[in-house]
Structure formats: C-alpha cells, structure tokens
C-alpha cells in the first residue's frame, strides 16, 4: 500500500527497523494510560510488530495498522489504525507518542485515515470508542465532527482494571475533509 498523506503527516506501513520507534510509543505508559492494552516490553512490542508486518500482507487484511511519521522524517512518532467491522462500518484508533503531543499529529493522522476510510475502502460509518477521561483524543474526533452515541461500561480492560468508554462516530455523508 502506498503511503497516505496528511498536512502534518504521512501514514505508511510499518517495517521491522520500526521496532525502537514502535516500543517507545507502546511501552510508554504516558501513551497506554489512555490505551485498550498495558504497555509493552521488548519481546511484547516485537511481537505485536510481526503480528501488524503479518496481518498487512494478507490479500484480505483485516486492518490497516499503520506507521505515523512526519513529511520532514520517516522515524515513527505514532500509529493508527483503520479497521473494517461489520458490513459497512470500520473503527478507528490512533496514538502518538507523548513528546509530540499538541502538535496536531493525532487529528492529521485520523483526517487521513477517515478519507481513506470513505474514499478507497467504501465505508459509510465509522465509529472511535475512547475513555471518558481522554480529553485530548474525545478533542480530536469532535474536530473531525464525530457525534456522540453513548456510554459504553466496562468496555476494555486495561492497567488492572476494567474501563468504560465513549463512543462516538462519524457518517460518510457527514465526513467533509
């Protein structure tokens, strides 16, 4: 798959010498507080890194976890994530390491996957399911002009305990960047 680019950002697919930029996204629990998943050592983030290498190169991938760098630098500052649900639909998840928080980076990177999303993969709902105490993510999909639907309890366990979450989404028709 080609890169996809923002106006701060370019989404590629990921490679293995992505493993250091990758474990210091994932292994920061800065990052992963706000996270489904605990953060990861070495061996986990290598782990996971092969499983994102394996599921991109199916014919059929079942979603695009993809690498998040800058125009200006290919080193990985974050990643994020488009992934087809049900007929239709896809879900949306994204995170950037947290030196590079306030920069716009997260909004650019989820602007690129939502023209992605409704343009090449032919969603017509997507849908971010984030925690209630993550301002700065609930920020970025009300930017993009996500709708709130509801309050999910005890959504995703994570950091040894169970955590709600917000769900909001987005339609194709009201998607205008």
Same mark, same amino acid.
């Given at each position: 798959?080609?890169?996809?680019?923002?106006?701060?950002?370019?989404?590629?697919?990921?490679?293995?010498? =992505?493993? @250091?930029?990758?474990?210091?996204? !994932?292994?920061?629990?800065?990052?992963?507080? *706000?996270? /489904?998943?605990?953060? #990861?050592?070495?061996?986990?983030?290598?782990?996971?890194?092969?499983?994102?290498?394996?599921?991109?190169?199916?014919?059929?991938?079942?979603?695009?976890?993809?690498?998040?760098?800058?125009? =200006?630098? @290919?080193?990985?500052?974050?990643? !994020?994530?488009?992934?087809?649900?049900?007929? *239709?639909? /896809?879900?949306?998840? #994204?995170?950037?390491?947290?030196?590079?928080?306030?920069?716009?980076?997260?909004?650019?990177?989820?602007?690129?996957?939502?023209?992605?999303?409704?343009?090449?993969?032919?969603?017509?709902?997507?849908?971010?399911?984030?925690?209630?105490?993550?301002?700065?993510?609930?920020?970025?999909?009300?930017?993009?002009?996500?709708? #709130?639907?509801?309050?999910?309890?005890?959504?995703?366990?994570?950091?040894?305990?169970?955590?709600?979450?917000?769900?909001?989404?987005?339609?194709?028709?009201?998607?205008?960047?």
């Amino acid at each position: 798959m080609d890169p996809l680019t923002g106006e701060r950002t370019v989404l590629r697919e990921f490679r293995t010498t =992505d493993l @250091d930029d990758y474990l210091s996204i !994932a292994g920061d629990d800065r990052v992963t507080t *706000w996270m /489904a998943f605990d953060s #990861y050592d070495r061996a986990k983030a290598e782990q996971n890194l092969a499983g994102i290498l394996q599921r991109s190169a199916q014919q059929d991938r079942p979603d695009y976890m993809l690498a998040v760098t800058r125009p =200006d630098d @290919d080193r990985v500052i974050g990643f !994020a994530r488009i992934a087809p649900s049900a007929a *239709w639909t /896809a879900k949306l998840g #994204y995170a950037i390491g947290a030196d590079h928080w306030g920069r716009g980076y997260a909004t650019d990177a989820a602007r690129v996957l939502l023209r992605f999303a409704f343009g090449p993969l032919g969603r017509h709902r997507v849908t971010a399911a984030i925690g209630p105490e993550n301002e700065a993510s609930i920020a970025v999909v009300k930017r993009l002009g996500f709708t #709130y639907e509801g309050h999910l309890r005890d959504h995703v366990f994570t950091n040894g305990a169970w955590r709600d979450s917000l769900l909001y989404s987005l339609l194709e028709q009201e998607h205008t960047v």
